[in-house]
């Protein structure tokens, strides 16, 4: 677990669910997989189209780095309990990305996906935390979504989820 005082990301937080089966591996295995995965500083990411080639990098707008593979366990509360609704959750496959503004590489949340990739249906959301001012120190967690998407896989599913966060004016 981390030591004192460092900065725990909301995405690596473990919500432990009553609906949820559990892990073969333990919090603190998949706490530290997470942590790593989010720490992770590479100079790949995606966006539709060809906004996600390098020479772009600097213009304003969202960039994600790729979604990466994580026990769907772990995903967001809200995304879990629409994935139980209907009964399937052992067909999707789960997924997280770091969301960040250009320029200035400003931290912006993560997407949160579940990929069904048999069906070609994904669900995803935007979480971000953020402190409300000096009155209210403490972090709290903003969730968009769940959406509903249709995508193969989850770089399309990122991609469908920034496009329909986008035309809502919630990302540039």
């Not at 772009?56 to 139980?84: C, D, Y």
Request: charged share 25%.
């Amino acid at each position: 677990m981390p030591a004192a005082g460092d900065s725990v990301p909301s995405a690596c937080k473990i919500v432990p669910s009553s609906k949820t089966k559990s892990v073969a591996r333990s919090p603190l295995d998949e706490f530290t997989r997470c942590h790593t995965l989010v720490e992770r500083r590479n100079s790949m990411f995606s966006e539709p189209g060809i906004q996600g080639e390098a020479e772009t990098a600097s213009e304003p707008g969202t960039r994600w780095l790729e979604p990466q593979g994580i026990a769907v366990e772990i995903l967001h509360p809200s995304l879990l309990a629409a994935l139980e609704q209907r009964n399937d959750v052992a067909d999707f496959q789960g997924y997280l990305a770091r969301v960040y503004e250009m320029p200035g590489d400003t931290q912006n949340g993560f997407f949160h996906i579940a990929v069904n990739p048999t069906t070609s249906e994904a669900a995803g959301l935007h979480t971000v935390s953020l402190v409300m001012g000096e009155k209210y120190a403490e972090d709290i967690e903003l969730a968009i979504g769940p959406i509903w998407l249709d995508a193969r896989d989850a770089t399309e599913a990122a991609a469908e989820l920034y496009a329909v966060l986008k035309d809502v004016g919630r990302l540039a």
